[in-house]
């Protein structure tokens, strides 16, 4: 797993071992970036179930001006730091959340916070044949304070496997749907 564009590409980041770490593949991370292009340039982000880092400090890697991570895991987070350090990007840019993202939410919105691109790979759900989705993707697209966290003109990317069938919300218009193996990549933004 690697850094693969920007001001650290090619930067080697470290994940932790175990069953339940998923990092996002490196030619989904290409995909999404790619289609991201200078949209990066100058962007605040929220970087949800950040893990180990890999899109955040893709982001970061690719000019956005601040970021913040949220993660709960305090395992993955000590990856994460660890990712930021020998990536050489400036940890001054970073602010990393380890917390809940839901619980992180109301927070953030009290503060007055908001986000050119709000990005996130949750942990995979079940299957979901014939009933709605109970997934984290899912419950992002539900969640009621997260939409009023994006920026006009911003960007949620969230990620989700295929055999996740998700509702979007009308609170959310969807841009861009990409595909590569499992993974479904999807571009929303609020409607004007």
Known sequence: ???????????????????????????????????????????????????????????????????????????HARFFRQ?????????????????????????????????????ADPPYGEKNVGRRSTSLAQKLLDDVVLPGLLATGGLFVVGHTKRDTLEIPSVWSERKEMRHGDTVMRFLHRPS
């Open 1 to 75: 797993m690697r850094i693969i564009g920007g001001l650290a590409a090619g930067r080697l980041l470290k994940v932790p071992d175990g069953i339940g770490v998923r990092p996002t593949p490196d030619k989904v991370k290409l995909a999404v970036f790619n289609s991201l292009g200078a949209f990066l340039d100058g962007a605040r982000v929220l970087d949800l179930f950040a893990g180990s880092g890999a899109l955040g400090l893709e982001c970061l890697s690719r000019g956005a001006r601040e970021m913040v991570s949220v993660e709960l895991s305090e395992k």
């Open 83 to 119: 990712n930021l350090h020998s990536s050489g990007l400036p940890a001054g840019l970073v602010t990393l959340r380890v917390q809940d993202v839901f619980t992180a939410f109301p927070q953030l919105a009290e503060a007055g916070r908001s986000f050119d691109l709000i990005i």
